[in-house]
């Protein structure tokens, strides 16, 4: 097996793009998909605020670092879930990311910020753990950047992500989801832009960036997760890759620029449909946001 690039010993095969790669040509390829995402959907400009929203795990961590060598300004925001062991492990990771490449870490802790986490806070809601969990770091993510004066948000969503959303979306039509499926989301109404810088890399690209580049990242999956119907469409998808390599590639990206714009107009009317949240100013169909609810409904019970 030797690189594309230069015809040395490679280190790992990307069947997707039929090629394989020693260590430097390997990252520079991470690098080079990263630059092309934001450059082609306008995700970043050179002097912006940006703030990465990392889990702990390797995709995040492996976009924090992306970010950071190619000049950007960017710090990590870190949401304490109060998931048990699993919190604490990848806390730790972040933490220890932060501190090997002397970046700034804004961390916000659930149970103390807002008096409930995420196991407790989705029974006294009744939500699904995921559902809760979704729903109170968006709203984290937009505090925390409105709060800091970040430009921008990114998550850790790589191309395995993007596609398995795609493909529930697809399952059922949801046509108003299909048309918010963008890897950028404008800023607006005080609400921070929105990107996805690694939705042309898989998740094992990123997890070979991070023992190539020696970051520690937590391997479990969340607890909470297991059964999880996106995890079988992930499933489903490997499948489909294992005999035909490029097929996740082709079905996002062929989405993105052949179908996601004939969606867009359906969640814009859901959008204009929206109102403030009268209690924490998030747009909302009517009164107090989903989170707001939840969060009052957590305090009673945890309380009682
Ligand atoms: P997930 O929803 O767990 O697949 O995570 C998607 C993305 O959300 C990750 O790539 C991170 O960018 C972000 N994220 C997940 N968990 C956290 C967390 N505890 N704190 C901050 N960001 C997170
Ligand atoms: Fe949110 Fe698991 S990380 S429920
Ligand atoms: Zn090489
Ligand atoms: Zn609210």
């Not at 790992?12 to 092309?36: G, P, S, W």
């Not at 925001?77 to 932060?98: P, V």
């Not at 979306?169 to 299909?178: G, P, S």
Request: charged fraction near 25%; include cysteine; charge should be neutral.
């Amino acid at each position: 097996m030797k690189c594309r690039v230069c015809r040395e010993p490679a280190i790992i095969d990307v069947r997707r793009q039929n090629a394989n790669y020693c260590t430097e040509h390997f990252l520079r390829m991470c690098r080079d998909q990263v630059t092309k995402a934001i450059e082609r959907h306008d995700m970043l400009s050179p002097g912006d605020a940006v703030l990465v929203a990392v889990s702990g795990g390797k995709d995040s961590l492996a976009l924090w670092d992306l970010l950071l060598d190619l000049g950007y300004r960017a710090d990590g925001l870190y949401i304490g879930l109060g998931i048990g062991e699993y919190s604490d492990a990848s806390g730790a990771c972040a933490r220890a990311f932060a501190e090997a490449r002397d970046a700034t870490l804004v961390e916000v802790d659930l149970r103390t910020r807002y008096g409930f986490d995420i196991p407790n806070g989705a029974k006294a809601a009744r939500r699904a753990p995921c559902s809760a969990c979704g729903l109170a770091k968006r709203h984290v993510f937009d505090e925390a950047a409105r709060l800091g004066g970040y430009d921008v948000v990114v998550t850790g969503h790589n191309l395995d992500d993007e596609a398995a959303v795609l493909f529930g979306n697809v399952l059922r039509w949801q046509t108003e989801y299909l048309g918010r499926q963008q890897p950028v989301l404008p800023a607006r109404d005080g609400f921070p832009k929105k990107a996805k810088p690694l939705i042309r890399l898989g998740e094992r690209e990123m997890a070979a960036y991070c023992v190539v580049r020696g970051i520690d990242y937590i391997v479990e999956e969340c607890p909470m997760a297991a059964g999880n119907r996106h995890l079988g469409y992930k499933e489903a998808l490997n499948q489909l890759e294992a005999t035909s390599p490029g097929t996740k590639f082709a079905f996002y990206h062929e989405f993105l620029d052949k179908a996601a714009e004939r969606f867009v107009g359906e969640a814009d009317d859901a959008r204009e449909a929206l109102v403030a949240c009268d209690s924490c100013g998030a747009p909302t169909p009517s009164g107090t946001c989903a989170f707001c609810r939840l969060t009052a409904r957590a305090q009673v019970e945890i309380r009682a």
